[in-house]
């Protein structure tokens, strides 16, 4: 029913629900708190009603320094397969440290991690008795 008369032409039933919606935004911005650099001035809810209390225990993670990476880096075995050689990674570990320092810490900052280090490449290592 659109101003008092049933319609039936779905057309004309969006446009009617469209325009519906756009006339609540008009109509609330002609109402709204404008100041002279034309924004709109909206009060300030206290929503912390809302929210559940602290929890110490909850998940914080610090961030990495460029010794913890270099730490771990020296921690890895020799003999691992890797794309780069492990002792090649542990002579140069005291560059690429400070920068997966600063990578690592981007990502956790921006909630973001590059798609292409969540590739990863599993192969079968053959290690004793029946290779079948």
Same mark, same amino acid.
């Given at each position: 029913?659109?101003?008092?008369?049933?319609? /039936? !032409?779905?057309?004309?039933?969006?446009?009617?629900?469209? @325009?519906?919606?756009? $006339?609540?935004?008009?109509?609330?911005?002609? /109402?709204?708190?404008? !100041?002279?650099?034309?924004?709109?001035?909206?009060?300030? &809810? !206290?929503?912390?009603?809302?929210?559940?209390?602290?929890?110490?225990?909850?998940?914080?993670?610090?961030?990495?320094?460029? @010794?913890?990476?270099?730490?771990?880096? &020296?921690?890895?075995?020799? !003999? #691992?397969?890797?794309?780069?050689?492990?002792?090649?990674? #542990?002579?140069?570990?005291?560059?690429? $440290?400070?920068?997966?320092?600063?990578?690592?810490? $981007?990502?956790?900052?921006?909630?973001?991690?590059?798609?292409?280090?969540?590739?990863? @490449?599993?192969?079968?290592?053959?290690?004793?008795?029946?290779? @079948?």
């Amino acid at each position: 029913v659109i101003n008092g008369k049933l319609v /039936n !032409d779905r057309r004309e039933i969006a446009n009617a629900f469209n @325009q519906y919606f756009v $006339s609540i935004a008009i109509n609330m911005n002609k /109402n709204a708190n404008i !100041d002279t650099d034309g924004i709109q001035i909206l009060p300030l &809810h !206290d929503n912390s009603k809302y929210l559940d209390k602290r929890i110490e225990e909850s998940i914080y993670m610090h961030p990495c320094t460029p @010794q913890e990476i270099y730490d771990l880096i &020296h921690e890895l075995k020799n !003999d #691992k397969a890797s794309d780069i050689p492990v002792n090649v990674l #542990k002579k140069c570990s005291d560059i690429l $440290s400070v920068y997966l320092d600063r990578f690592i810490n $981007s990502f956790m900052t921006q909630g973001i991690f590059p798609d292409l280090l969540k590739i990863g @490449q599993i192969s079968p290592v053959y290690k004793k008795g029946n290779s @079948q």
